[in-house]
């Protein structure tokens, strides 16, 4: 198989690094199978037949990501080492297979064990390994290709939950599960595990396409590139920056999953059908999708750490107008305002990691941050679907998640890129 990879990287008439790019964006369009929006569509017909609170699906949410913030760690030590092709083809059969199984399930126990498995393998590798496997073929155009990830897992969050409606309306929530499985285990599996190389140092090339490698005595290049900022797991912890960072994390990522999963409920309870709160879901994805690129595109004029407080902030417009909304148009414009400011955190914040830190200890690095933001993750439904179950209402959730990421925006305006000379003193 090494063989096989080696020789491809070479022949291919364009920079492989494209070729890891593509596989990447793959698992984007995949991955929100098992993201919180996702579910969301799932809550009232799921809820309706089973007779099962939000809470009760808000836990399996916090349980899922909670499980996948303790295998992150190590997870990612695995794929500064090994590589990210043969984890996310085990990801995404666990991912289908999960998906599959839902469509079967009788009792909160079922449901419980194979969301719980799906969500684990969603927060963490299908998080963690597609950005990494990027961050490592490229250095100056990693704004550029980060930025176009985050648009296609933008459209994938956008489409999945939208088609997944469809099948809903068609043929019932437990088809809709089985055909969204068999879909991840099509798309996902074969084409990891043929293709992806773990860094372009390993068959002999330099990052970005840069011309003139050197080899060693294995074969490979040495890694001219990108050393001058290469913490390692240690010296970064070491730094006020990454906890600053760390911080903004928890509270963003506690904003984006409880307003995501609990959306599209919110709507239908203000009178929209779920046709229409599906739309709303999808506009919020696409606006992810936009945001993307719109917030890289602001790079040249402002620093990593600005463009992203202006990206929270925008979270936090979109959850206050959205406690006012209440018909499909101002339900798409406070889902399209939150969801240009998530896709710029989103790509940004895999930016930032990468620039800050380097590449070598890319993924052990983020394995040990990733924690941090699940457990983000994992509160925001729980607030969420409690305060709907006590008050009846998501008025005040949407207002609590709207101080936190304008909280998060001031966290994230103070962290200055590390200096690693200082740590190393």
Known sequence: MQNFTRGLAHKTPFYYGWVIFGLAGGMSLVAPVFAVATLSIFIIPMG?????????????????????????????????????????????????????????????VSFYIFYIIGRMTFSSPLQL??????????????????????????????????FSQLFIGEWGWRTSWAILGVFVLIIGVIPPLLLMIRRPE???????????????????????????NDFTLSEALKTPTMWMVMGFTA??????????????????????????????????????????????????????????????VSMCLGDILMVRADTLVSGQIAGLVFGVGLGGVSSLLRLLWANYYGRTNLGAIRGVSLPIQVGGQASGPLIGGIIFDVTGSYRSALLIFAFAAAMSSFLIFLARPPDLSKVRK
């Open 48 to 108: 309706d037949e089973l007779g099962w609170s939000r809470t009760l699906f808000s836990g399996a949410v916090s349980i899922g990501g909670i499980v996948g913030a303790l295998i992150s760690p190590v997870l990612g030590r695995i794929i500064d080492r090994s590589g990210t092709g043969p984890i996310l083809a085990a990801s995404c059969i666990v991912v289908g297979l999960c998906a599959i199984n839902l469509a079967f399930i009788g009792g909160v």
């Open 251 to 312: 509270l963003i990522f506690m904003v984006q999953a409880g307003t995501s999963l609990h959306q599209a409920p919110y709507y239908i309870g203000k009178g929209l059908t779920p046709t229409a709160a599906a739309s709303i879901v999808t506009t919020f994805a696409l606006g992810s999708a936009i945001g993307g690129l719109f917030w890289s595109a602001f790079l040249s004029r402002v620093s990593i750490r600005v463009a992203m407080g202006m990206a929270a």
């Open 129 to 162: 390994a597609p950005s990494t496997a990027v961050s490592n073929w490229f250095v100056r155009r990693r704004a550029l290709v980060l930025a176009f990830i985050q648009f296609g897992q933008g459209v994938g969050l956008g489409l999945i939950p939208f």
């Open 202 to 228: 390993d068959v002999g090339l330099l990052p970005d396409g840069a011309e003139n490698p050197v080899p060693t005595a294995k074969g490979n290049v040495s890694n001219t590139l990108d050393l001058a």
